[in-house]
Structure formats: C-alpha cells, structure tokens
C-alpha cells in the first residue's frame, strides 16, 4: 500500500478523533451520497417521461405526415402512396381522413377526432389499433348496416361505453336541403374500445372506415394525408426533405419532431434546469468535505510535522489529504448511485407514484434510469470532492515543521 494512501486511511479510521470531526465527516458522506442519489432520480424521472411520452405518441402519430394545403386534399393518394413507399427507411404509408366531428350518446356530446383508415393497412402501424381493452378489432356493418368505429378507453369509461353500443357523429361540413345547409349526421355501432395509454388520444380520438369518414365529410374519393412511418423515427428529417423532393411544389411534409417540437423542448430544459438546481446539493457538500479537511489540517498539525521531520515531501502530505476528500467523495458517490437507481428501479417497475392522466398524460411517474447520466454524474461529484481537497492540501503541505515543534 502507497504510504499517502495508508496514512490517509488511518486518518479517516482513527477513533481518536473529535466527535465533531467524526459528525461532519459523516455529514459529508451523506450531503454527497443525498446530491448524487437525487440527481439520479430526477434525471431518470425526466428521462422516462420524454421517452414514454416519445413512445406513446409514435405508436399512435405518423413520423412523418404528406399534406397538399389548400387543394382539398390528396385525389390521387394511391399511387403516391405506392411510389413513395420505395424510398430507404419507409416503412409504411397509410392513407387518412381527419375531420372533427360532434359524437352523440345517450344525451351526453362532445367534440372528439373521428380518424377515416383503412383497417388492413393502418392496423401493423398504429399501436393503438392493437391495444384493445374490449371488444374487436372489426369494422363490418351489422344487420342493419349500420358501420363501426372504435373509442378510446378514457371517453368509453366518461360515458359508460361498451362495445355493442351505437352513437351518433355529425359534421360540421353540411349538405344543402330545400330548407338550407344541414348537417351530416350518421349512427354507429362502437365494435371496440382501445387503450393507447395517451390520455388525449384516449379521451378524444376515434376511428372509422375510410369510405364512412369521407361519406360524413361529404367527399369524394380524397383523403387528408399520407402517413409516413419509418424504420428509424430519429431520421425523420432527412427523409422529409426527400419525399418534399419527389412529390414537387405544393406538398408540406412535417415531421414528428415539429409537431411535438415544443413538448419535447420543454422536456430538455427541464432536464436542465433539474440538474442544475440539483447539483447544487453536492456543491454543498463539497464544501462540507472542504470543512473536514481543513479541520482534520489543524487538528493533525502535529502529526504533518513529525512526518515532514521524519522526510515526508510537500507532495506526499498534499496527497494524503487529496486521498482523503477522493474516498470521502467516493463513498458518497457510490452510496447515492446505488440508492438511486435502486429507487428509480423500484419505483419504475411497480409504478409507486400515481399521476392524473388527464393532467400528465400517463397514469404514474415512469423512471427511465440512463447509465451515461451515471457517468457525468459521478465525474460531476468526484470533481467537486477534489476541487474542496485542493485548499487543504495545499495548506498541509505549506505547514513549517519548525514553527509547529518548536514549543513542544
């Protein structure tokens, strides 16, 4: 064992110590092992709620989504739709109607999004199709050929919905009557409820035929937008600008990342500002090792001038003290990685911590712990713990034995 590294050791072990320096010792160990535990929470906190609500909308959303503004919509959908499913890393393309609709049941109405698909091609890509808490997943007309549709589970549990029940959607996009502009309004037999696990597309959304949607919105054979979705989310951009490129003027691809631009945004400064604020736990207790040393200086002074006679170098002492605030860091660090990602761990996969889905979309705090916030973590607190070593053993290595021993 180095001798810096054993005389270090039997500083930081003696119980000859005072009991104060003993108590903030301790304090050090904890301030460092709270500051990097509750950074670790919190990180892994925000983490898992950006790539919850990331995954959760992507199940459900388009990557990328092909519109024609102010043609009224895309006539000739199938044959862009096959030549644009041919470029490197599509991989699907969905045609679909959006109209917003007034939904009727049981006196009760609300404004909801009624989604027109086509049911083979948009069950592989969206998710929530596949997440059924009841019912099927079956769009054929009853008896009396009244058409289908699926509800999210948030709006079926507010109205007491149940797959067999019918309800009413009426457009706002009227035919014109002998007695003026009326309104469309067509009946339907909910088939299915589906569980997305998004709240505002739970509560809000539903999905129909493509041929009934385009019936209520009193179009032809035309449909909104081209659904994009791609082997890789992240390369939405690129792809974008090449699908802009070969479908020429007049056509707007936008991405994922700017229709949740801001959300994702705020998630990132969130991240931020957390880990600032934070981190400041641990510069407290860097000051708090700073405080130890600086006592541990004054109450050894004795000891660092009999090993400076005995010929201890100025470097050698310095290291003893950097030694002593690196194992204090250490152990503090250690301790708090390992309180804090057992927590997040925990916490994650029981799901501890309940939420209000209609407030935060999701139903519990989810906790994504990432071992690269880890790394920058502990470099973070072992840097701080050496910085606050620096003055203390800058000022052992500068004590004169002479002057310590000289009255003794």
Same mark, same amino acid.
């Given at each position: 064992?180095?001798?810096?590294?054993?005389?270090?050791?039997?500083?930081?072990?003696?119980?000859?110590?005072?009991?104060?320096?003993? +108590?903030?010792?301790?304090?050090?160990?904890?301030?460092?092992? !709270?500051?990097?535990?509750?950074?670790?929470?919190?990180? &892994?906190?925000?983490?898992?709620?950006?790539?919850?609500? *990331?995954?959760?909308?992507?199940?459900?959303?388009?990557?990328?989504?092909?519109?024609?503004?102010?043609?009224?919509?895309?006539?000739?959908?199938?044959?862009?739709?096959? =030549? +644009?499913?041919?470029?490197?890393? #599509?991989?699907?393309?969905?045609?679909?109607?959006? $109209?917003?609709?007034?939904?009727?049941?049981?006196?009760?109405?609300?404004?909801?999004?009624?989604?027109?698909?086509?049911?083979?091609?948009?069950?592989? &890509?969206?998710?929530?199709?596949?997440?059924?808490?009841? @019912?099927?997943?079956?769009? *054929?007309?009853?008896?009396?050929?009244?058409?289908?549709?699926?509800? @999210?589970? /948030?709006?079926?549990?507010?109205? =007491?919905?149940?797959?067999?029940?019918?309800?009413?959607?009426?457009?706002?996009?009227?035919?014109?009557?002998?007695?003026?502009?009326?309104?469309?309004?067509?009946?339907?037999?909910?088939?299915?409820?589906?569980?997305?696990?998004?709240?505002?597309?739970?509560?809000?959304?539903?999905?129909? =035929?493509?041929?009934?949607?385009?019936?209520?919105?009193?179009?032809?054979?035309?449909?909104?937008?081209?659904?994009?979705?791609?082997?890789?989310? /992240?390369?939405? $951009?690129?792809?974008?600008?090449?699908?802009?490129?070969?479908?020429?003027?007049?056509?707007? !691809? &936008?991405?994922?990342?700017? /229709? /949740?631009? !801001?959300?994702?945004?705020?998630?990132?400064?969130? =991240?931020?500002?957390?880990?600032?604020?934070? @981190?400041?736990?641990?510069? #407290?207790?860097?000051?708090?090792?700073?405080? #130890?040393?600086?006592?541990? #200086?004054?109450?050894?002074?004795?000891?660092?001038?009999?090993?400076?006679?005995?010929?201890?170098?100025?470097?050698?002492?310095?290291?003893?003290?950097?030694?002593?605030?690196?194992?204090?860091?250490?152990?503090?660090?250690?301790?708090?990685?390992?309180?804090?990602?057992?927590?997040?761990?925990?916490?994650?996969?029981?799901?501890?911590?309940?939420?209000?889905? *209609?407030?935060?979309?999701?139903?519990?705090?989810?906790?994504?712990?990432?071992?690269?916030?880890?790394?920058?973590?502990?470099?973070?607190?072992?840097?701080?713990? +050496?910085?606050?070593?620096?003055?203390? &053993?800058? !000022?052992?290595?500068?004590?004169?034995?002479?002057?310590?021993?000289?009255?003794?």
């Amino acid at each position: 064992m180095r001798f810096e590294w054993f005389v270090a050791g039997r500083y930081l072990r003696s119980p000859n110590r005072p009991a104060v320096l003993r +108590l903030v010792t301790a304090f050090s160990v904890l301030g460092v092992t !709270a500051g990097v535990a509750t950074l670790v929470i919190a990180l &892994a906190m925000n983490t898992g709620f950006r790539e919850t609500l *990331q995954d959760r909308l992507l199940g459900v959303t388009a990557h990328i989504s092909l519109t024609r503004p102010g043609s009224g919509g895309l006539h000739d959908y199938e044959a862009l739709a096959t =030549k +644009l499913s041919k470029i490197p890393g #599509v991989r699907s393309v969905t045609p679909a109607v959006y $109209q917003t609709v007034l939904m009727t049941f049981a006196g009760e109405s609300r404004g909801v999004v009624a989604k027109g698909i086509d049911p083979v091609r948009e069950e592989p &890509a969206n998710e929530a199709l596949r997440k059924l808490s009841s @019912g099927k997943l079956d769009f *054929q007309a009853d008896t009396d050929g009244i058409e289908a549709l699926l509800v @999210g589970k /948030q709006l079926a549990d507010e109205w =007491k919905l149940s797959p067999g029940d019918y309800v009413s959607l009426t457009s706002p996009q009227g035919r014109l009557t002998p007695f003026g502009l009326l309104p469309r309004t067509r009946r339907f037999r909910v088939a299915g409820v589906f569980d997305s696990g998004f709240y505002d597309y739970d509560a809000n959304w539903c999905f129909v =035929k493509m041929d009934a949607a385009q019936a209520l919105a009193g179009a032809s054979d035309v449909v909104n937008v081209l659904e994009f979705r791609l082997q890789n989310p /992240q390369a939405a $951009q690129v792809i974008a600008h090449e699908i802009e490129q070969d479908t020429g003027p007049g056509f707007a !691809a &936008a991405t994922w990342m700017e /229709q /949740q631009g !801001a959300l994702f945004r705020a998630l990132r400064l969130e =991240k931020l500002v957390t880990a600032i604020f934070i @981190g400041l736990i641990t510069l #407290v207790a860097g000051l708090n090792i700073l405080v #130890v040393l600086s006592m541990t #200086v004054t109450d050894r002074a004795k000891d660092i001038a009999v090993l400076r006679s005995m010929g201890s170098t100025s470097r050698q002492l310095r290291n003893i003290f950097l030694w002593q605030g690196f194992t204090i860091g250490a152990a503090g660090t250690l301790a708090g990685l390992v309180l804090g990602y057992f927590f997040a761990w925990i916490a994650g996969k029981y799901q501890l911590i309940p939420l209000d889905p *209609q407030v935060y979309a999701v139903a519990y705090v989810p906790f994504h712990p990432s071992a690269m916030d880890g790394v920058w973590i502990s470099l973070v607190a072992m840097g701080i713990s +050496l910085l606050a070593t620096l003055v203390p &053993a800058r !000022a052992a290595a500068r004590l004169l034995p002479v002057e310590i021993l000289r009255f003794e």
